[in-house]
């Protein structure tokens, strides 16, 4: 059965500038769309999770891989055009010069489906970043890449006592439904066609 929630609430959107977000201890970041020069920065963050953060990212142990997969794997993961196949947003914090990806959500399509309907949504935070506010905000943000890439349909897959990332999906306030079975989760969310303000970028404008 689909649970109506709270109405999600529209707010800076991210498939038209970068969107600079405070987390709640006054760290200041930023959020943008993943680029494919983003791939060495994937890399570190990979090398950053805890083994429980890998974990509940990846669905299954992620430890002792060779370091050629994992650059293989960080440059498949950056070079997506967030329009078709996949797309996802970053959280970047600025380290100097140097920004720092301490979080990512992604929105890949069925392979073989450039343009469904329906997209898996994936979400990972550093570790000394969880409990600031920023899932919520990748979340939030995530909502205006699957308008931007025409989804309609978003899935996310937990494992079942993943309680914190159930909450945290309920939080967009989408209408959604919950099925568990052997251990795993799956929400369904539907991508509401009215309930929030929709706007134009102005393409020749965007700053990614």
Not at 30 to 52: C, H, K
Not at 78 to 102: F, P
Request: aromatic share 6%; proline share 5%; net charge neutral.
């Amino acid at each position: 059965m689909l649970a109506q929630i709270a109405p999600y609430r529209e707010s800076s959107d991210v498939t038209c500038n970068p969107v600079p977000f405070t987390a709640r201890d006054r760290r200041a970041l930023t959020l943008r769309l993943i680029r494919s020069s983003d791939a060495p920065r994937l890399e570190q963050l990979f090398s950053q999770l805890s083994p429980e953060s890998r974990w509940r990212r990846f669905h299954a142990p992620a430890e002792n891989i060779a370091a050629e997969r994992i650059t293989a794997q960080a440059a498949l993961m950056a070079d997506v055009d967030n329009r078709t196949h996949e797309g996802a947003v970053v959280v970047v914090a600025k380290e100097g010069v140097e920004e720092q990806i301490v979080g990512v959500v992604r929105l890949a399509r069925p392979s073989g489906f450039p343009m469904a309907e329906e997209a898996e949504a994936a979400i990972v935070v550093l570790d000394a970043y969880q409990g600031q506010g920023v899932g919520s905000e990748l979340l939030r943000q995530m909502i205006h890449l699957a308008r931007h890439m025409h989804i309609k349909r978003i899935v996310a897959v937990f494992q079942a006592d993943n309680a914190e990332a159930i909450r945290l999906f309920r939080k967009l306030g989408l209408p959604s439904k919950l099925l568990t079975s052997h251990g795993t989760s799956e929400m369904f969310m539907e991508m509401p066609a009215t309930g929030y303000e929709t706007h134009s970028c102005n393409q020749e404008n965007i700053r990614w």
